[in-house]
């Protein structure tokens, strides 16, 4: 199955979406190996640091990653509400429900820190907390911070960070007290998840992530069966960029990456960074494949220009993707977008910590804010555009 401009020009075949043909999209492993190389020689020379070098070389690639800073005055249009929002966030403001004040102000008469930190924290009377998971009760959080107090103290490695802080805080939002799942909504170990190939800018080495949140969609047995049937012809053989067997039939939503505190701040933005150049590749991949079974189906014939002008319009209906890079107690929110197979990384702004009882509760808010955009926006995206 084949469509013709009236040049003759050919589009990709359904067989070519099944594999390692993605329209606009074409890496050559040997030249991307080489610019890395390269780069990573030169650094040792010019005094410019194996992650910077890679910035460099990912920037010159003709699927490009663009790193820029994330402020309230750069902000991507079509990510300043969810910016401001997350902006609220990180300043305490409406992090916690009016339901929650008096117990929260009673256990807060043992603490040392003044309850005057906490005026702007709670939300109105009768503001409805509608955000995904839930809120871990104050003891839990009490244990978050004794442990991220620890985690400082001796200095603690990554590991250290990821299993006593991160997760715990992540199981506290998406898991009830007896570790059932809350919603359609969960966190994931994932150090092993790799982009496929297929869709990285260039050929890299080391972990991407550290953990996600992914959603839990197939106890609908229609949806379930969709998923299942884009598997097939999927590269990856999942409904993600990675192949990562866990989440095959889970869409990954958000991705994190961790640090340790004052280190590799670069290498992180650079793995982050292929990590979403690879997941808008898929998307595009994934966008194509519909649109032309779409086209097919209704004997379509229009142009490449049209087909892809089609792409860019679906993939801009989404405008960007959100994730976090956590270095320590600091929460960081990054945004990428995308625009003629170039991701931009948008870097970074502070939500929350791990430093304090109500800084915690900025973290929490600040996860639950971007798994409702995952639920409001993503996941219907991804259902109406993806999935046939």
């Not at 998406?174 to 909504?185: P, S, T, Y």
């Not at 990428?336 to 915690?360: C, H, P, Q, R």
């Amino acid at each position: 199955m084949t469509l013709t401009t009236p040049e003759t020009r050919r589009f990709p075949s359904l067989s070519e979406f099944n594999g390692t043909s993605r329209p606009g999209f074409h890496n050559d492993a040997s030249d991307s190996a080489s610019v890395s190389s390269s780069a990573s020689e030169a650094s040792s020379i010019s005094g410019v640091s194996p992650p910077q070098r890679q910035m460099m070389s990912l920037r010159l690639c003709e699927a490009s990653v663009e790193y820029q800073v994330l402020n309230e005055n750069t902000v991507p249009d079509a990510a300043k509400e969810l910016f401001f929002l997350m902006d609220d966030i990180g300043r305490g403001r409406d992090i916690v429900p009016h339901a929650l004040k008096s117990t929260i102000e009673e256990k807060l008469k043992d603490q040392p820190m003044s309850l005057r930190r906490w005026d702007s924290s709670f939300m109105p009377q009768g503001h409805d907390d509608d955000l995904p998971g839930r809120i871990p009760s104050f003891e839990e959080v009490k244990i978050i911070l004794s442990k991220a107090v620890r985690c400082e103290m001796f200095q603690g490695e990554e590991l250290m960070w990821n299993g006593d802080v991160l997760l715990r805080l992540l199981r506290g939002i998406f898991e009830d007290r007896l570790g059932g799942q809350c919603d359609d909504f969960n966190a994931m170990l994932c150090t092993r998840a790799r982009p496929d190939r297929e869709f990285e800018p260039m050929p890299s080495t080391g972990r991407m992530i550290d953990v996600c949140i992914y959603a839990s969609l197939d106890q609908n047995q229609e949806l379930r069966a969709s998923m299942a049937d884009f598997c097939m012809t999927a590269p990856t053989a999942t409904v993600n960029h990675t192949d990562f067997e866990p989440l095959q039939l889970c869409p990954l939503v958000l991705g994190i990456g961790t640090r340790k505190p004052g280190v590799e701040w670069d290498r992180a933005q650079v793995q982050i960074g292929i990590w979403h150049a690879s997941q808008w590749a898929f998307l595009r991949w994934a966008v194509g494949r519909k649109l032309l079974k779409q086209r097919v189906a209704k004997g379509a014939d229009e142009g490449e220009e049209e087909f892809q002008a089609e792409e860019r319009a679906v993939l801009s209906k989404l405008g960007f993707i959100p994730g976090i890079i956590v270095q320590g107690n600091r929460w960081h929110l990054v945004i990428s977008t995308y625009n003629e197979g170039k991701t931009t990384l948008w870097a970074e702004w502070v939500f929350g910590t791990t430093k304090s009882l109500m800084d915690i509760y900025s973290v929490i808010a600040g996860v639950r804010r971007l798994t409702a955009w995952a639920r409001d926006t993503y996941i219907p995206w991804f259902k109406e555009n993806v999935l046939m």
